[in-house]
Protein backbone atom coordinates (compact mmCIF):
# COMPACT_ATOMS: atom_id res chain seq x y z
CA UNK A 1 0.00 0.00 0.00
CA UNK A 2 0.95 3.55 -0.42
CA UNK A 3 2.15 6.04 2.62
CA UNK A 4 1.68 9.13 3.00
CA UNK A 5 3.33 11.28 5.58
CA UNK A 6 2.32 14.76 6.98
CA UNK A 7 3.92 16.88 10.08
CA UNK A 8 1.74 16.34 13.05
CA UNK A 9 1.25 20.10 13.78
CA UNK A 10 2.49 23.39 11.98
CA UNK A 11 1.73 26.74 13.46
CA UNK A 12 1.92 29.92 11.64
CA UNK A 13 1.55 33.71 12.74
CA UNK A 14 -1.53 35.58 11.87
CA UNK A 15 -0.49 36.55 8.08
CA UNK A 16 2.66 34.81 7.68
CA UNK A 17 2.70 31.85 5.24
CA UNK A 18 2.60 28.33 6.06
CA UNK A 19 3.97 25.30 4.62
CA UNK A 20 2.40 21.96 5.28
CA UNK A 21 3.85 19.17 2.93
CA UNK A 22 2.77 15.60 2.27
CA UNK A 23 5.39 12.93 1.61
CA UNK A 24 5.43 10.00 -0.46
CA UNK A 25 7.19 8.18 -3.07
CA UNK A 26 7.48 9.38 -6.09
CA UNK A 27 4.15 11.75 -5.39
CA UNK A 28 5.45 13.91 -8.08
CA UNK A 29 4.09 11.35 -10.54
CA UNK A 30 0.39 11.68 -9.22
CA UNK A 31 -2.23 13.89 -8.89
CA UNK A 32 -2.38 15.41 -4.84
CA UNK A 33 -5.09 16.87 -3.40
CA UNK A 34 -5.91 18.74 -0.20
CA UNK A 35 -8.83 19.05 2.46
CA UNK A 36 -9.39 21.59 5.39
CA UNK A 37 -11.11 20.28 8.21
CA UNK A 38 -12.60 22.26 11.45
CA UNK A 39 -14.00 20.28 14.50
CA UNK A 40 -17.10 18.44 13.74
CA UNK A 41 -17.12 19.43 10.14
CA UNK A 42 -16.72 17.35 7.18
CA UNK A 43 -13.21 17.93 5.03
CA UNK A 44 -13.64 20.59 2.63
CA UNK A 45 -11.74 20.02 -0.57
CA UNK A 46 -9.45 23.36 -0.87
CA UNK A 47 -6.86 21.87 -3.82
CA UNK A 48 -6.91 19.36 -6.38
CA UNK A 49 -5.19 17.98 -9.09
CA UNK A 50 -2.03 19.43 -7.08
CA UNK A 51 -2.35 23.17 -7.48
CA UNK A 52 -5.91 24.18 -8.86
CA UNK A 53 -8.26 25.79 -6.51
CA UNK A 54 -12.33 24.66 -6.51
CA UNK A 55 -14.81 27.53 -6.66
CA UNK A 56 -14.66 29.79 -3.50
CA UNK A 57 -11.26 28.77 -2.12
CA UNK A 58 -9.47 31.74 -1.09
CA UNK A 59 -6.06 32.60 -3.49
CA UNK A 60 -4.31 32.69 0.03
CA UNK A 61 -4.32 28.69 -0.72
CA UNK A 62 -1.82 26.93 -3.12
CA UNK A 63 -0.07 23.94 -3.41
CA UNK A 64 3.04 21.98 -5.26
CA UNK A 65 4.20 19.16 -6.14
CA UNK A 66 7.37 17.44 -7.28
CA UNK A 67 9.76 14.27 -6.68
CA UNK A 68 8.36 12.70 -3.07
CA UNK A 69 7.06 15.87 -1.68
CA UNK A 70 3.90 17.59 -2.14
CA UNK A 71 3.21 20.71 -0.39
CA UNK A 72 0.46 22.78 0.68
CA UNK A 73 1.09 26.85 1.19
CA UNK A 74 -1.28 29.08 3.20
CA UNK A 75 -0.36 32.56 3.06
CA UNK A 76 -1.47 35.45 4.71
CA UNK A 77 -3.17 33.52 7.22
CA UNK A 78 -5.95 34.47 9.12
CA UNK A 79 -7.46 33.05 12.27
CA UNK A 80 -10.36 30.78 10.20
CA UNK A 81 -6.79 29.10 8.52
CA UNK A 82 -6.77 27.13 12.05
CA UNK A 83 -7.93 23.63 11.16
CA UNK A 84 -6.65 20.41 10.17
CA UNK A 85 -5.10 19.83 6.60
CA UNK A 86 -5.34 16.52 4.94
CA UNK A 87 -3.62 15.13 1.52
CA UNK A 88 -4.76 12.69 -0.62
CA UNK A 89 -4.00 10.41 -3.58
CA UNK A 90 -5.25 7.85 -5.71
CA UNK A 91 -2.93 5.06 -6.33
CA UNK A 92 -3.58 1.13 -7.51
CA UNK A 93 -7.49 1.80 -7.57
CA UNK A 94 -7.28 3.09 -3.97
CA UNK A 95 -7.58 6.80 -2.72
CA UNK A 96 -5.03 7.09 0.20
CA UNK A 97 -5.10 9.90 2.78
CA UNK A 98 -2.09 11.25 4.70
CA UNK A 99 -2.27 11.17 8.33
CA UNK A 100 -3.21 14.93 8.73
CA UNK A 101 -1.46 18.48 10.24
CA UNK A 102 -2.57 20.38 12.70
CA UNK A 103 -2.61 24.32 11.59
CA UNK A 104 -2.34 26.53 14.58
CA UNK A 105 -2.38 30.12 13.98
CA UNK B 1 -25.00 23.10 -5.48
CA UNK B 2 -24.93 19.70 -5.02
CA UNK B 3 -25.92 18.55 -1.40
CA UNK B 4 -25.12 14.80 0.18
CA UNK B 5 -27.34 13.76 3.18
CA UNK B 6 -26.39 10.76 5.05
CA UNK B 7 -28.43 8.62 7.40
CA UNK B 8 -28.17 5.10 9.39
CA UNK B 9 -28.01 3.23 12.81
CA UNK B 10 -25.07 5.27 15.14
CA UNK B 11 -24.60 2.37 17.73
CA UNK B 12 -24.23 -1.19 16.74
CA UNK B 13 -23.19 -4.39 18.51
CA UNK B 14 -20.06 -6.30 17.83
CA UNK B 15 -21.13 -8.74 14.74
CA UNK B 16 -24.20 -6.78 13.60
CA UNK B 17 -23.84 -4.95 9.96
CA UNK B 18 -23.43 -1.80 9.81
CA UNK B 19 -26.09 -0.17 7.45
CA UNK B 20 -25.89 3.81 5.92
CA UNK B 21 -27.38 5.20 3.25
CA UNK B 22 -26.94 8.76 1.24
CA UNK B 23 -29.16 10.57 -0.84
CA UNK B 24 -27.63 13.27 -3.35
CA UNK B 25 -29.08 16.59 -4.06
CA UNK B 26 -29.27 19.49 -6.43
CA UNK B 27 -26.98 17.73 -8.72
CA UNK B 28 -26.64 14.58 -10.86
CA UNK B 29 -26.16 11.22 -9.66
CA UNK B 30 -25.23 9.46 -12.88
CA UNK B 31 -21.68 10.25 -14.69
CA UNK B 32 -20.35 10.21 -10.92
CA UNK B 33 -18.69 7.89 -8.91
CA UNK B 34 -20.14 7.72 -4.95
CA UNK B 35 -17.81 6.32 -1.89
CA UNK B 36 -17.88 6.11 1.65
CA UNK B 37 -14.87 7.46 3.81
CA UNK B 38 -14.45 6.83 7.56
CA UNK B 39 -12.47 8.65 10.06
CA UNK B 40 -11.51 7.68 13.40
CA UNK B 41 -8.87 10.00 15.61
CA UNK B 42 -6.34 6.70 15.85
CA UNK B 43 -6.29 5.92 11.75
CA UNK B 44 -7.18 9.45 10.26
CA UNK B 45 -8.93 9.06 7.07
CA UNK B 46 -9.93 6.18 5.23
CA UNK B 47 -11.18 5.27 1.97
CA UNK B 48 -13.78 2.39 2.17
CA UNK B 49 -14.80 1.73 -1.43
CA UNK B 50 -16.81 3.21 -4.17
CA UNK B 51 -19.60 2.73 -6.87
CA UNK B 52 -18.51 4.09 -9.94
CA UNK B 53 -20.17 5.73 -12.77
CA UNK B 54 -20.71 2.57 -14.50
CA UNK B 55 -22.33 0.72 -11.67
CA UNK B 56 -19.09 -1.57 -11.04
CA UNK B 57 -17.59 -1.20 -7.25
CA UNK B 58 -14.30 -1.04 -6.20
CA UNK B 59 -13.13 -1.96 -2.33
CA UNK B 60 -10.04 -0.67 -0.18
CA UNK B 61 -8.65 -4.20 0.06
CA UNK B 62 -8.37 -4.18 4.09
CA UNK B 63 -12.27 -4.05 4.35
CA UNK B 64 -13.14 -5.95 0.84
CA UNK B 65 -14.61 -9.11 2.21
CA UNK B 66 -17.09 -7.03 4.72
CA UNK B 67 -18.30 -3.99 2.53
CA UNK B 68 -20.94 -3.81 -0.17
CA UNK B 69 -21.80 -0.72 -1.34
CA UNK B 70 -25.14 -0.34 -3.80
CA UNK B 71 -26.79 1.84 -5.36
CA UNK B 72 -30.49 3.23 -5.88
CA UNK B 73 -30.20 5.77 -9.31
CA UNK B 74 -34.00 6.11 -9.63
CA UNK B 75 -34.20 7.83 -6.07
CA UNK B 76 -30.36 9.69 -6.62
CA UNK B 77 -29.51 6.96 -3.25
CA UNK B 78 -26.20 4.88 -2.60
CA UNK B 79 -25.58 2.47 0.09
CA UNK B 80 -22.99 1.20 2.66
CA UNK B 81 -23.32 -2.41 4.32
CA UNK B 82 -20.20 -3.30 6.42
CA UNK B 83 -20.54 -6.85 8.19
CA UNK B 84 -19.35 -8.45 11.18
CA UNK B 85 -18.37 -5.19 13.05
CA UNK B 86 -16.18 -5.31 15.66
CA UNK B 87 -15.22 -1.72 18.25
CA UNK B 88 -12.59 -1.58 15.49
CA UNK B 89 -15.22 -0.08 12.91
CA UNK B 90 -16.15 2.27 15.57
CA UNK B 91 -15.82 5.90 13.38
CA UNK B 92 -17.27 8.54 11.96
CA UNK B 93 -19.00 7.85 8.65
CA UNK B 94 -18.95 10.04 4.98
CA UNK B 95 -20.19 9.39 2.06
CA UNK B 96 -18.89 11.34 -0.60
CA UNK B 97 -18.66 12.42 -4.63
CA UNK B 98 -15.62 11.55 -7.08
CA UNK B 99 -14.68 13.80 -9.22
CA UNK B 100 -15.11 14.12 -13.16
CA UNK B 101 -11.66 15.99 -13.72
CA UNK B 102 -9.67 14.10 -11.02
CA UNK B 103 -9.51 11.57 -8.31
CA UNK B 104 -10.91 13.88 -5.88
CA UNK B 105 -13.85 14.57 -3.55
CA UNK B 106 -15.34 17.73 -3.73
CA UNK B 107 -18.91 17.11 -1.70
CA UNK B 108 -19.06 15.55 1.23
CA UNK B 109 -21.91 14.61 3.63
CA UNK B 110 -22.37 16.07 6.77
CA UNK B 111 -20.94 12.68 8.81
CA UNK B 112 -22.60 10.04 11.15
CA UNK B 113 -21.17 8.72 13.93
CA UNK B 114 -20.87 4.77 14.39
CA UNK B 115 -20.33 3.42 17.64
CA UNK B 116 -19.72 -0.27 18.15
CA UNK B 117 -19.96 -1.95 21.68
CA UNK B 118 -19.91 -5.59 22.80
Known amino acids: SYDLTQPLSVSVALGQTASITCGGSAIGSKNVHWYQQKPGQAPVLVIH???SRPSGIPERFSGSNSGNTATLTISRAEAGDEADYFCQVWDNRVYVFGPGTKVTV | QVHLQQWGTGLLKTSETLSLTCAVFGGPFSGFSWSWIRQTPGKGLEWIGEITHSGGTNYNPSLKSRVTISEDTSNNHFSLSLASVTAGDTATYYCARGSQESSSFPFWGQGTVVSVSS
Open chain 1, 49 to 51: RDT
